[in-house]
């Protein structure tokens, strides 16, 4: 049985809550490309759901984990880690026990206790801000970390990088006043169409989640109309259109759902943002006031790429694996026309390296020109080096589009390729922006 569609933290509407229809073939299939392009596999003797990242695709993930930690800490985050796994008690708490125990895997009993791999990273966040006293200064505390959550998906939906059960999730958990909701909010939101724009990918709408009917839903109407006002205000002022739909919030509250649509028209959740008045009274958080009183904190859950394996599996199908240049495994392909250029490849690729870029040379043992461009044709920077060039240290740049530069000194090509990549450019070329 298909269990049905429903969106909790962000890591669970990250990891897979829309219909899939497996019969349907994708333009671009993240899990044929995935095989192809030695990103990723599977093994029947680690099990479904239980992919592994092979050197290629393990370069993209870090490059893209390394964005997100960068952008969250100019965002003022301060990274975390927590273990994966918590006493059952932290999830009786929580109310993942008796709201989301149908996707949790059974609890481990260990010297008379249970111990459970965690189903979201909110309750040890919870934990973590409770271990310390805070003061209103203090506040919006916002606490990131890229941690590891599991899912007992059914192993008849599970595929590729979209229904796992060992999840990494870019997850964080801003603890603040009523008052700094909305900013937050407003903030999150603005990181999430940064990161789609230097990731090349695009919303296909917003969507407020509300609760359904039903019994998984914590009771608390007060709170979630006050919740639902704040987040349907941040919407309202941002100017995006969005619809509401109900049945497709967290057990604990409403959240902004940013959908993408992939080749084969079937919408997921990437990004999220939930306002959660009710964690925050589970765990009894509190700030110290101006007024030196204790006052209850709003936590609000956010995640602006959803979990690591589903952005990248859409990043493989939205781009047919031609990644933009600073995720690309391979960033310059270095292309001797002979085996007398060798000695100026080697030196091209040297300064590359230097640079950070990713590098590889293909030289004439692996066939013609002709066929090593095609070979390359993923690589967006493609550096042909023929004698005149060799002689003069110049390189002809080829771009993945298709497009071929004048030969020019090597180092100004390097530079403005650096450039491109420091910046996370979508486009591949620019004369101006990057320096001469
Ligand atoms: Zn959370």
């Known amino acids: 049985m ?48 239980l992919p592994y990242w092979l050197p290629d695709g393990a370069t ?21 880690y927590s273990p994966v796994l918590g006493k059952r008690e932290l999830y009786e708490i929580s109310g993942h026990w008796s709201h989301y125990s149908d996707d949790m895997f059974p609890p481990m009993d260990l010297g008379g206790e249970q111990v459970v791999l965690r189903p979201s990273l909110c309750p040890h966040h919870a934990v973590i801000y409770r271990s310390r006293a805070h003061s209103y200064r203090e506040l919006p505390l916002r606490m990131a970390e890229l941690g590891g959550m599991y899912r007992s998906e059914l192993s008849g939906v599970l595929g590729g990088l979209t229904r796992v059960r060992a999840i990494q999730l870019n997850d964080a958990h801003i603890f603040c006043t009523l008052d700094q909701v909305a900013d937050e909010a407003r ?7 940064r990161a789609y724009r230097a990731l090349g990918i695009e919303a296909s709408r917003h969507r407020l989640s509300l609760p359904g009917p039903g019994g998984k839903y914590v009771a608390a109407p007060e709170k979630w109309s006050r919740a639902t006002a704040l987040l349907r205000d941040v919407l309202d002022r941002s100017g995006l259109p969005y619809e509401a ?47 030196g009183a204790r006052h209850r904190p709003v936590m609000i859950h956010r995640s602006i790429i959803g979990s690591v394996e589903r952005a990248v599996a859409h990043l493989i199908e939205r781009h047919g694996g031609a990644f933009p240049a600073w995720l690309a495994p391979t960033q310059v392909v270095v292309l ?66 298709g497009r071929r530069l004048d ?15 420091a910046a996370h450019a979508g486009e591949l070329w620019a004369e101006k922006d990057a320096e001469g």
């Open 2 to 49: 298909v269990k049905k569609p429903r969106g909790e933290c962000p890591g669970a509407s990250a990891c897979g809550h829309s219909p899939h229809t497996s019969e349907e073939t994708p333009v671009y299939d993240h899990r044929r490309l995935g095989r192809e392009l030695d990103l990723f596999d599977t093994d029947p003797l680690i099990g479904a759901g």
């Open 336 to 401: 001797p026309i002979t085996e007398a250029e060798w000695p100026g490849a080697e030196e091209v690729a040297r300064r590359c390296a230097d640079l950070g870029l990713r590098v590889e040379i293909a030289g004439p043992e692996r066939g013609s020109l002709g066929a090593r461009i095609r070979e390359a044709r993923l690589v967006p920077y493609q550096a042909v080096l023929g004698a005149r060039e060799a002689a003069a240290d110049h390189v002809a740049l080829r771009l993945r589009d």
């Open 245 to 291: 739909a109900e049945g497709e919030a967290a057990f604990y509250g409403p959240k902004i759902d940013i959908q993408v649509t992939d080749a084969a028209g079937r919408e997921s959740t990437l990004s999220t943002v939930q306002v959660d008045f009710h964690q925050p009274e589970r765990f009894d958080l509190h700030y110290i006031g101006a007024d």
């Open 187 to 193: 903030a999150a939101l603005e990181m999430i169409r």
């Open 60 to 80: 993209v993930r870090h490059t893209l984990e390394e964005y997100i930690r960068g952008a969250e800490r100019r965002a003022g985050y301060r990274h975390v």
């Open 407 to 421: 030969a020019r000194p090597a180092d100004d090509v390097l530079a403005r390729i650096a450039a491109l990549v």
